[in-house]
Antibody, heavy 117, light 108 residues
Framework: QVQLQESGPGLVKPSETLSLTCTVS????????WTWIRQPPGKGLEWIGY???????NSNPSLKSRVTILVDMSKNQFSLKLSSVTAADTAVYHC???????????WGQGTLVTVSS | EIVMTQSPATLSVSPGERATLSCRAS??????LAWYQHKPGQAPRLLIY???TRATGIPARFSGSGSGTEFSLTISSLQSEDFAVYYC??????????FGGGTKVEIK
């Protein structure tokens, strides 16, 4: 079955750009939407944005100006870039498949990114 | 933005007992609601979609109900592996897709 795994630096300096990659295995990325979700320490889940395999994207209005999501079908990967980060962007970042523009399944286990100098 | 509110924040339950978790939407989301189980260090797991349909492989002790703005997740007889944090999520109106703040089910 489809599995997702996040990867990227665990520490990012304030004002820099956070970059993460999600690798999809066990299935094709075609005909699906792929998404990023984060969870700050002690807080709930926040949807960041999605990308369709065709390249179309949308993101949370609260983050829209800082979010870039790209897809690389040749590598079965999609990525997240979040610019001008602050301590408030410290979180566990999950990638997930967004099924039929509805629920998320499956998810990756997440990767902790800390924003600190 | 549709705000999802879950209650209680923490639920203390003994193994074998029944647990009922609530989720309220600030606007009508019809039946466009999902529930997830999340354990520390693991990937969140889809339990319920369409407010009441169990996802593949989810045991029958998990059931969802509700529509509109009021929803509930019931675990009929808690097993040791069910102690976790549970989140609801609406997909009726987006962006943004939104989650509740979570209910932690802990051992009493």
């Amino acid at each position: 079955q489809v599995q997702l795994q996040e990867s990227g630096p665990g520490l990012v300096k304030p004002s820099e750009t956070l970059s993460l990659t999600c690798t999809v295995s066990g299935g094709s990325m075609r005909s699906s939407y792929w998404t990023w979700i984060r969870q700050p320490p002690g807080k709930g889940l926040e949807w960041i944005g999605y990308i369709h395999y065709s390249g179309s994207t949308n993101s949370n209005p609260s983050l829209k100006s800082r979010v870039t999501i790209l897809v690389d079908m040749s590598k079965n990967q999609f990525s997240l870039k979040l610019s001008s980060v602050t301590a408030a962007d410290t979180a566990v970042y999950h990638c997930a498949r967004w099924n039929n523009n509805n629920w998320f399944d499956p998810w990756g286990q997440g990767t902790l990114v800390t924003v600190s100098s | 933005e549709i705000v999802m509110t879950q209650s209680p924040a923490t639920l203390s339950v003994s193994p074998g007992e029944r647990a009922t978790l609530s989720c309220r939407a600030s606007q009508n989301v019809n039946s466009n609601l999902a529930w997830y189980q999340h354990k520390p260090g693991q990937a969140p797991r889809l339990l319920i979609y369409g407010a009441s349909t169990r996802a593949t492989g989810i045991p029958a002790r998990f059931s969802g109900s509700g529509s509109g703005t009021e929803f509930s997740l019931t675990i009929s007889s808690l097993q040791s592996e069910d102690f976790a944090v549970y989140y609801c999520q609406q997909y009726n109106s987006w962006p943004p897709l939104t989650f509740g703040g979570g209910t932690k089910v802990e051992i009493k």
